[in-house]
């Protein structure tokens, strides 16, 4: 396995279009985190699921944002109705369900909305 | 709600030298996991190193060990014989239940390290 892979990796979108990334985790992995990462500031967590389930969901994702993880393996995280403010670097971690593990992080997908 | 400080925007290093990165935690619970990861200007977050709260000896991973004071709330990671390659943001983080919760993080060190 190739690690968590995410894609596209860079998004250039107008403002009010939405969007759509992918998440592929590491195979054996149940847990998969979604993250948002601004200039200067550490990962803001944003929703997580368990296999299909999602678990919880920050209030920062607010109506616009939908994630899904359908059959529990990769994931999408639309955007609807694109703001200057979401442009950011979105991050997708996933882990096993056992404690004292780490998440493994994928590359992120930077997206810039003009 | 959990928080995380790390009060070092930038350091400054000379290559072969050990460097101090500081964090401080703030947590209720008593179940929880303390984290480190390096992020290069590529993006990926690396997980380096992992400490438990009921652990009672610090973490070691190669030249990356863990300072865990739990009465003091801080975590604070030691590179020896830093590397040119460590040059990177840097970020300590924390989960409940013993890392199997969402990750919380700090706002992170900008590490160079000089030649």
């Not at chain 2, 101090?20 to 619970?29: E, G, I, N």
Request: hydrophobic share 30%; proline share 3%.
């Amino acid at each position: 396995d190739t690690g968590v892979s995410q894609d596209p990796r860079h998004k250039i979108t107008k403002r009010g279009q939405n969007v759509t990334f992918r998440c592929d985790p590491i195979s054996e992995h149940n847990r998969l985190y979604w993250y948002r990462q601004t200039l200067g500031q550490g990962p803001e967590f944003l929703t997580y699921f368990q296999n299909e389930a999602q678990l919880e969901k920050s209030r920062l994702l607010s109506d616009r944002f939908s994630a899904e993880r359908p059959k529990g393996s990769f994931s999408t995280l639309e955007i609807q109705r694109t703001e200057q403010g979401d442009s950011a670097m979105y991050l997708c971690a996933s882990k096993e369900t056992v404690e004292n593990t780490e998440a493994f992080f994928g590359q992120g997908t930077r997206l810039t909305v003009v | 709600a959990q928080k995380i400080t790390q009060t070092q925007p930038g350091m400054f290093v000379q290559e072969k030298e050990a460097v101090t990165l500081d964090c401080t935690y703030d947590t209720s619970d008593q179940s929880y996991g303390l984290f480190w990861y390096k992020q290069p200007s590529s993006g990926e977050m690396i997980f380096l190193i992992y400490q438990g709260s009921y652990d009672e000896q610090n973490a070691t991973e190669g030249r990356y060990s863990l300072n865990f004071q739990k009465a003091r709330k801080s975590a604070n990671l030691v590179i020896s014989a830093s590397q040119l390659g460590d040059s990177a943001m840097y970020f300590c983080a924390m989960s409940l239940n013993f890392g199997n919760e969402k990750l919380t993080f700090g706002t992170g060190t900008r590490l160079t390290i000089i030649p």
